[in-house]
């Protein structure tokens, strides 16, 4: 549901498509989604229900962590099988350090490939992309989120805040949606809150 996350979707969609056609033979990439509980943002369950319809995903949904649902969905697989995982890791995400474009799984997960193909694209590049593929995103970007979490610890960005309030009501605060955010480095200015 998060902004990398729908690049490297439309990457995959658009790999399999030319894929199928120069095979001849239809094929259809899996997608998997990790979590539902009671902090998710009920607006990017609502986008990725809708993005399956449109779309047509083959989505597996696994109500529980990365770790666990990754060990699930491996061991569901035909014995022999190896397993890569085509993520949206940018190396401006706390996780990416000793990343490369394909590297093993950390050692704290079940063995697999990490295939990063944005891992060298900054946040400009991201809504650069889906602003000129004219992609549809979680509506909560368009609200002033520019990393989405867990509900109890993202809050909007700060320094999206409009300090020329549109609205008709004086105590209305309103914010600038995610692609204006000029400073780059400042994404997850809004991560780690406790909602007010």
């Known amino acids: 549901g998060g902004k990398d996350g729908v690049v490297v979707l439309h990457f995959l969609r658009a790999a399999a498509a030319k894929y199928s056609l120069d095979s001849g033979r239809i094929e259809q990439v899996k997608f998997i989604y990790f979590g539902v ?13 809708e993005t399956e319809k449109q779309f047509d995903i083959d989505l597996v949904r696994y109500e529980c962590s990365i770790e666990k649902g990754i060990g699930q969905h491996i061991s569901s697989l035909e014995l022999g099988s190896h397993s890569a995982f085509v993520v949206g890791t940018r190396m401006t995400d706390p996780n990416w350090k000793g990343q490369e474009c394909f590297c093993p799984s950390s050692s704290w997960m079940p063995p697999f490939m990490r295939i990063n193909p944005i891992l060298e694209w900054d946040y400009g590049d991201v809504w650069h992309f889906l602003k000129h593929f004219e ?5 909560l970007y ?5 990393s989405l979490g867990n509900l109890s610890e993202t809050v909007r960005n ?20 995610a692609y204006m955010l000029a400073e780059y480095d400042q994404e997850r200015a809004g991560r780690g809150k406790q909602q007010s």
Do not use: H, Q
């Open 158 to 177: 700060p320094l999206l805040k409009r300090t020329d309030n549109p609205s008709s009501d004086p105590d209305s605060v309103t914010y600038w949606p």
């Open 37 to 49: 509980s009671a902090d998710d943002f009920s607006e990017i369950i609502e986008f990725i229900v």
């Open 135 to 139: 992609l549809p995103y979680c509506v």
């Open 142 to 146: 368009d609200e002033g989120y520019t």
